[in-house]
């Protein structure tokens, strides 16, 4: 059976419903600036979600693991879906759940990419029991084999938050290994927990992910043009007027990150 890393939130109110979700001989890696429960893997206040998923993926490898499920702390694994993500991972090598909403209802079925534009929209076609390749994973329930995640140096950890479970994604398809979504594997997420998607730090986190996401397929004005208008529309639609300066900032940073 799969372990499972989960980076979790400081004091995350989520995360013993998450760990209660899991078989009882689940190995649970637990990321964070404080122990929680699980496996303690300790991290700074700083780091964003990639270098927490590097931290959780690298302590799994170092026990010997060969695959881990990356796991949100808002999550809840339903009766099935770690047997079928560890029968799938061990011949796909990067796969993903159905993420549901909390009561019931497709959330996202993969995520679809743009490489004119650099818009990533959600999937939400139920696709049954079926399983099918995807440009790119949420990596609120992403499986991966650990010499995949090695060999292609991990998480990029430029990206906080956003936007590098889809870098990853794209960088497994360009070595050859499509990510594959797995019909019959359902989680439960309920969104927003490992980072408050209404706050202004969201706004300036994903300025600088999507701009960094457009820079890694080719920038130019079309794809910066697309992160200023989805981002825009969104910082107004969830954090309001306030939140355009700290976008603005996230934007520049994307730009000037090495």
Same mark, same amino acid.
């Given at each position: 059976?799969?372990?499972?890393?989960?980076?979790?939130?400081?004091?995350?109110?989520?995360?013993?419903?998450?760990?209660?979700? %899991?078989?009882?001989?689940?190995?649970?890696?637990?990321?964070?600036?404080?122990?929680?429960?699980?496996?303690?893997?300790?991290?700074?206040?700083?780091?964003?979600?990639? *270098?927490?998923?590097?931290?959780?993926?690298? =302590?799994?490898?170092?026990?010997?693991?060969?695959?881990?499920?990356?796991?949100?702390?808002?999550?809840?694994?339903?009766?099935?879906?770690?047997?079928?993500?560890?029968?799938?991972? =061990?011949?796909?090598?990067?796969?993903?759940?159905?993420?549901?909403?909390? =009561?019931?209802?497709?959330?996202?079925?993969?995520?679809?990419?743009?490489?004119?534009?650099? &818009?990533?929209?959600?999937?939400?076609?139920?696709?049954?029991?079926?399983?099918?390749?995807?440009?790119?994973?949420?990596?609120?329930?992403? *499986?991966?084999?650990?010499?995949?995640?090695?060999?292609?140096?991990?998480?990029?950890? &430029?990206?906080?938050?956003?936007?590098?479970?889809?870098?990853?994604?794209?960088? =497994?398809?360009?070595?050859?290994?499509?990510?594959?979504?797995?019909?019959? *594997?359902?989680?439960?997420?309920?969104?927003?927990?490992?980072?408050?998607?209404?706050?202004?730090?969201?706004?300036?986190?994903?300025?600088?992910?999507?701009?960094?996401?457009?820079?890694?397929?080719?920038?130019?004005?079309? &794809?910066?043009?697309?992160?200023?208008?989805?981002?825009?529309?969104?910082?107004?639609?969830?954090?309001?007027?306030?939140?355009?300066?700290?976008?603005?900032?996230?934007? %520049?940073?994307?730009?000037?990150?090495?």
């Amino acid at each position: 059976m799969l372990p499972v890393v989960i980076p979790a939130a400081p004091g995350s109110p989520h995360l013993a419903t998450c760990l209660a979700s %899991l078989p009882d001989d689940c190995v649970a890696y637990v990321v964070s600036e404080e122990a929680q429960g699980g496996a303690h893997v300790p991290v700074a206040s700083a780091d964003g979600f990639a *270098a927490r998923a590097n931290a959780g993926l690298g =302590a799994a490898q170092a026990d010997g693991h060969d695959a881990a499920l990356l796991l949100n702390d808002d999550t809840a694994v339903t009766p099935g879906a770690l047997d079928a993500l560890t029968h799938a991972v =061990a011949s796909h090598r990067l796969v993903g759940a159905v993420l549901e909403e909390w =009561a019931g209802g497709v959330q996202q079925a993969g995520l679809c990419v743009s490489r004119r534009t650099g &818009r990533v929209v959600a999937r939400t076609a139920d696709p049954g029991g079926a399983s099918v390749d995807v440009p790119a994973l949420s990596g609120a329930a992403l *499986a991966v084999d650990l010499a995949l995640w090695s060999a292609l140096g991990g998480f990029d950890e &430029r990206f906080a938050f956003y936007f590098e479970d889809v870098d990853f994604c794209l960088r =497994a398809g360009a070595a050859g290994v499509q990510p594959r979504l797995v019909g019959h *594997a359902r989680i439960r997420h309920r969104g927003g927990g490992t980072q408050r998607r209404r706050s202004v730090a969201a706004a300036g986190h994903l300025g600088r992910s999507h701009t960094l996401l457009a820079r890694s397929i080719g920038g130019g004005a079309l &794809r910066y043009g697309t992160v200023v208008a989805a981002g825009t529309a969104w910082t107004l639609r969830s954090v309001g007027p306030r939140g355009l300066p700290a976008f603005g900032r996230g934007v %520049l940073s994307g730009l000037r990150a090495p």
